[in-house]
């Protein structure tokens, strides 16, 4: 199988690393394609750029997974990066006649509005607070119009190897504990990249949407604490903590795991663990 990686960064790295285990073809783009992988075919392209041409694309390319990384967490970027940029892989396609038999968007839980705590999947209406994430609710649509067997894959908070702000907050002492319950969800970067490859070589073809995100939706205050004990510092002090972005809700990953996958870290403890214990490297 050959599959083109449309935007590799971390994740899109470590999902390209996955598929080349497995014996696929990947080539990946990005700006900067000097820090991939010498496994992947690459090409330098800036997906933020609409004067950037876009590379011709392999006829026999079977899968893409569109993956890209805002250079800033505007609504100019988010709009360059995710929706114009959508738009003109399909152009691509297109022009050199192309037709993949899956088309993955790695797309966000932000989409979601505020349930008040309570539980949410892949039939909960999409309600976006914010103008990014209004962007990738569009970037969705666009991409179940003009791909002919799409898979949206909405993430909730990515952790792992880097991914330190939570630890370095608790560690530095610079954290505040809620005073009421502010409900997080999540998903270790290796599971993010598993379930990318997962949906991309399931048969018989996956559902449209799917949210990823781990088995266990947890109060701030219990990773916190969790963090703490772990790193042996004192426990957070009380005060104003940050709301997530998206709204306060549990997200369900029932019908991720109906499809057969399985967590490598199946909640936060084990994955802060591994990410505690140095294991695993972010990619450049």
């Not at 892989?89 to 309570?118: C, H, M, Q």
Request: net charge negative; proline share 7%.
């Amino acid at each position: 199988m050959k599959v083109l990686v449309v935007g590799a960064g971390d994740l899109g790295t470590e999902a390209g690393l996955r598929f080349r285990a497995a014996g696929h073809h990947v080539t990946a783009w990005r700006r900067r394609p000097e820090v991939l992988p010498t496994e992947f075919a690459t090409h330098r392209v800036d997906l933020s750029d609409p004067a950037t041409a876009l590379p011709a694309i392999d006829p026999d390319t079977d899968t893409v997974v569109f993956t890209p990384a805002a250079p800033e967490r505007s609504e100019e970027a988010y709009r360059r990066t995710y929706l114009d940029a959508a738009r003109r892989v399909f152009d691509a396609l297109a022009r050199d006649g192309v037709s993949p038999r899956r088309f993955l968007l790695v797309s966000s839980t932000a989409v979601f509005g505020d349930a008040a705590g309570g539980w949410v999947d892949e039939d909960t209406e999409v309600s976006p607070r914010t103008a990014t994430a209004r962007i990738l609710a569009e970037t969705e649509e666009l991409v179940r119009r003009s791909a002919a067997a799409p898979v949206i894959l909405r993430l909730a908070g990515i952790y792992g190897p880097g991914r330190n702000h939570l630890i370095s907050q608790v560690r530095d002492g610079n954290a505040r504990t809620p005073d009421k319950t502010v409900w997080t969800n999540r998903i270790h970067r290796d599971d993010a990249a598993a379930a990318i490859v997962h949906l991309c070589t399931l048969e018989p073809a996956p559902a449209q949407l799917y949210l990823g995100v781990d088995h266990e939706p947890a109060g701030l205050a219990e990773v916190q604490e969790f963090l703490a004990q772990s790193l042996g510092v004192p426990l957070p002090v009380a005060g104003e903590a940050p709301v997530n972005r998206g709204g306060d809700r549990r997200l369900s990953n029932a019908l991720l795991l109906s499809t057969g996958f399985k967590f490598t870290f199946p909640t936060y403890r084990e994955g802060y663990a591994s990410v505690l214990a140095g294991q695993g490297v972010r990619h450049p």
